[in-house]
């Protein structure tokens, strides 16, 4: 009942930056956190930041890359500078979520991104 549509990504030069958003679509429902996880071919998927009550970052992002929210249109936000080839990957959405009074949560994902840092 939940959809995830990523955009935004796209191929960059090494130092540019790239902004990746997602919208969360659906009804009665309420998001608790959503984070962007990033999967390259082979390997599995490693989360790169997540926000809900907080906000945390990899290692590897850490002051390169920015996660915010709308909340009042179910928005995220990846604002990514000084990219580097090693961030060559797809870029997933995922949103943990509840319907309205309730407290069952739900992990939806979406289709995902190709984000190509190259020269």
């Known amino acids: 009942q939940v959809q995830l549509v990523e955009s935004g990504g796209g191929l960059v030069q090494p130092g540019g930056s790239l902004r990746l958003s997602c919208a969360a679509s659906g009804s009665a429902f309420i998001i608790n956190a959503m984070c962007w996880h990033r999967q390259t071919p082979g390997k599995e998927r490693e989360s790169v930041a997540c926000?809900?009550?907080?906000?945390n970052y990899a290692d590897s992002v850490k002051g390169r890359f920015t996660i915010s929210r709308d909340n009042s249109k179910n928005t995220m936000y990846l604002q990514m500078n000084s990219l580097k080839p090693e961030d060559t990957a797809v870029y997933y959405c995922?949103?943990?979520?509840?319907?309205?009074?309730?407290?069952?949560?739900?992990?939806?994902w979406g289709q995902g991104t190709q984000v190509t840092v190259s020269s």
């Open positions: 995922y949103a943990q979520t509840r319907p309205v009074g309730s407290f069952y949560l739900n992990d939806y």
């Open positions: 926000i809900g009550g907080s906000t």
